[in-house]
């Protein structure tokens, strides 16, 4: 019984095959040979079950995209969802500008000696003596007034060439149509930071 059941198998599949390589798209009117006819048919069959494998596989394997609308998103919810979906989150500003001063606070430091009493025109005042005549010429109490009076001057002006650039600063923007994540954020503001320190610095050596 199973030795029938095998020969009808194979019965069967010699007639499929038979059956497939008699098929032919053309009419018996065409002028093309029967060999070219059947050749031309298996050649676009086959092609056309290619294509179609191609096609079925593309849809198969494609990635489907959903765009989900989320209305006043929350900082919280922002973070969540820029770790999530890093390159397809999109969220633009209702604000694409916004000063420096509105969300950075810069806190300046001096070199001691530029906030000392060494400064202060009542210590210069009190330097200068009238009695300078009766010193040697080389002897420092003459020009020391002078020095700490220079020292006064260029302190003063340092502290007023950086209040300025602070000021240019302030009043400056930084300009996006989208949100910023924290890290990109802070990456941008150390560098704003960082350029703003160069120029000033560059400043002072000028003068």
Do not use: G, W
Not at 8 to 20: A, G
Request: one cysteine or more.
């Amino acid at each position: 019984m199973a030795e029938v059941t095998s020969h009808e198998r194979m019965s069967r599949y010699k007639r499929l095959y038979y059956l497939l390589i008699k098929i032919n798209l053309f009419d018996d009117k065409e002028e093309l040979s029967l060999v070219d006819q059947l050749l031309a048919t298996r050649i676009f069959l086959s092609l056309l079950i290619i294509i179609l494998s191609i096609v079925i596989a593309f849809t198969a394997f494609s990635i489907q995209t959903n765009t989900v609308t989320i209305q006043l998103p929350n900082e919280i919810i922002f973070e969540k969802l820029s770790l999530q979906y890093p390159s397809t989150l999109s969220c633009p500003c209702t604000q694409s500008s916004i000063r420096h001063d509105q969300f950075l606070l810069l806190d300046l430091s001096y070199h001691p000696i530029c906030t000392s009493q060494f400064v202060n025109q009542t210590f210069i005042s009190s330097l200068y003596d009238y009695n300078m005549s009766d010193y040697y010429p080389l002897d420092y109490r003459i020009m020391i007034a002078s020095h700490f009076q220079l020292l006064s001057l260029l302190c003063r002006t340092i502290k007023e060439m950086v209040s300025d650039t602070l000021k240019e600063f302030a009043a400056k923007q930084i300009i996006t149509n989208q949100v910023l994540s924290h890290s990109v954020f802070n990456t941008q503001v150390v560098a704003l930071v960082e350029q703003l320190k160069s120029t000033t610095t560059a400043h002072i050596n000028h003068i």
